[in-house]
Structures are given as structure tokens and as C-alpha cells.
């Protein structure tokens, strides 16, 4: 479904964690104690889970199931790859697009994920846009800039309309399973940031409706001074997504 608000969200990205047994456990355990979340809840767990934790958030509004990432082409001959319609056909709403490890790990390209975006969205899927700058960048304070660049070349092409349905999640590389996150001043002026390019690029109305996430070591205990920064409208949890415990602390933290 395409949405057209700001909202809140946690996103818990898995990884290449859990077999399927344990994270159909880490699902139901999640979803049991879930207790009236303030936003959305996404899991993105491994494709060879989709279906199983499908049937574990069915008829739980406020959760959804992502992918970790999707192929640029419709079908065809790409042996090992999943593309949108496979996902869409699994009840799948949202697909993690651009995460800094799929950048660094296997090349993607600004113009390679305007394609997937452009995929996603096609099939009603939701992205969520990963954009983030290495410690290098950080250091040279030409942060800003490397990330509007993401921005402008993997999104900025679509419609306004089409834009409505993305999320974006801001990563910082630095933070990423480092256990150094990002303070919340740095979190807050980079969203700031971000949500001032799509102003310019789509319009105020629509930069406001534009859910932007936090991911980098975000966990129970640093959430919700992240979250309370006005343009930090969740985030995007890695290690601390495992344990539910933590998780559920996490969602508790929104504002
Ligand atoms: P950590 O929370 O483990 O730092 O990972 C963040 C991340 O990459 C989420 O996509």
C-alpha cells in the first residue's frame, strides 16, 4: 500500500543472521509482546524467512515484512537473484535498497539503485533508501554533500508521487556495527539536511511527509535521545533487531 504521511518506524534489518527456526522464534516473540507500538514495525529478514515470518505478523497492522533487497530487472535469467514480483506475490511492502554493505560488498551503484528503486515502486513495494557517508567523508566535513549526491542519483528522478512511498534511512558507515553511534546532534543535522534537499527537489508538504530513520549501533539504550530529535522519525536497528528484548525496547523509545 502506498502511504502518504510521516511516520514513525522501526526497521529491524537481519542480515545474514538467524536460520529460519530462530527467527520465526525472534518474530513471534516480538509480535506477542508488542504492546500498541507509536509507528510501523518492519522486519527485514532474510528472503528464505519471508514466508514463515509472513504468517507470524499476519493480522498485526502495525508490522510489515521487507526484503533486504531486490534485482533491477523484472525476470529473466539471473540465476540466484529475487525480483520485485516474487516479493510482491508474498505480501512483501517495503525492501531495504542501497544498504552500505550491498554498496560496499557488491558494487551497487547510485544508478543501479535508482533502477531497483524504480522496480520496487513499480510493484507498490516501498523503499527504503539507505544513504550514508564513510568516516573518510566525515572527516573531510563534505558529508552533506556526499549524501545529497545519493539522494539526487538514485531518487530524485521519480515523481512526486512516486516519491511519497519512500522512506529514507541515514546510515552513517562509521556507525554501522561499530558501537559508535552517532550523536543525536549529528543524527538531527544530517536529517535536517536531508529533509531541506527533498523540500527544495518535491516541496515542504511532501519533505515533511517523508519518514527519515536512523541506523548505525542504534540500540535500547541511545533510541530515544535519537528519537527525540524532530526530524529522527525511527530507525534502522541492526545488531540490537536480534535479541527482542532489546527490539521491543527500541520500538518503545518512539515518540
Ligand atoms: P547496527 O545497528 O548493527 O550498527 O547496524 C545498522 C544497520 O546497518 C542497519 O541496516
Not at 525476470?75 to 512483501?92: C, F, H, N, P, Q
Not at 554493505?101 to 533502477?115: G, P, S
Not at 549529528?186 to 531541506?196: C, E, F, L, Y
Amino acid at each position: 500500500m502506498i502511504k502518504n504521511m510521516r511516520q514513525q518506524i522501526v526497521a529491524g534489518n537481519w542480515k545474514m543472521n538467524t536460520t529460519l527456526q530462530e527467527g520465526a522464534e525472534l518474530a513471534r516473540e516480538i509480535v506477542e509482546r508488542l504492546d500498541q507500538p507509536k509507528g510501523l514495525v518492519v522486519f527485514a529478514a532474510p528472503f528464505t524467512h519471508l514466508t514463515t515470518v509472513q504468517t507470524t505478523v499476519k493480522g498485526h497492522i502495525n508490522v510489515h515484512l521487507a526484503a533486504q533487497n531486490c534485482h533491477q530487472e523484472t525476470k529473466g535469467a539471473y540465476t540466484g537473484e529475487i525480483s520485485v514480483d516474487m516479493l510482491a506475490s508474498l505480501g512483501v511492502e517495503f525492501v531495504l535498497i542501497g544498504h552500505s554493505e550491498r554498496r560496499e560488498y557488491f558494487k551497487e551503484t547510485n544508478a543501479l539503485l535508482a533502477q531497483k528503486v524504480d522496480q520496487a515502486l513499480s510493484k507498490g513495494i516501498r523503499p527504503i533508501f539507505c544513504c550514508g557517508e564513510p568516516l573518510k567523508i566525515r572527516e573531510k566535513e563534505t558529508h552533506v554533500n556526499f549524501v545529497k549526491k545519493q539522494l539526487r542519483e538514485s531518487l530524485f528522478h521519480l515523481t512526486p508521487e512516486q516519491f511519497k512511498s519512500v522512506v529514507i534511512a541515514y546510515e552513517p558507515i562509521w556507525a554501522i556495527g561499530t558501537g559508535k553511534t552517532a550523536s543525536s546532534q549529528q543524527a538531527q543535522d544530517m536529517h535536517q539536511a536531508i529533509r531541506k534537499a527533498i523540500a527544495s527537489k518535491y516541496g515542504k508538504r511532501i519533505a515533511n511527509a517523508t519518514s527519515i530513520l536512523y541506523g548505525g549501533s542504534c540500540n535500547a539504550a541511545n533510541a530515544a535521545e535519537l528519537f527525540s530529535q524532530p526530524d529522527v522519525d525511527g530507525g534502522l536497528i541492526g545488531g540490537a533487531s536480534l535479541k527482542a528484548a532489546d527490539f521491543l525496547q527500541i520500538i518503545q523509545a518512539l515518540k
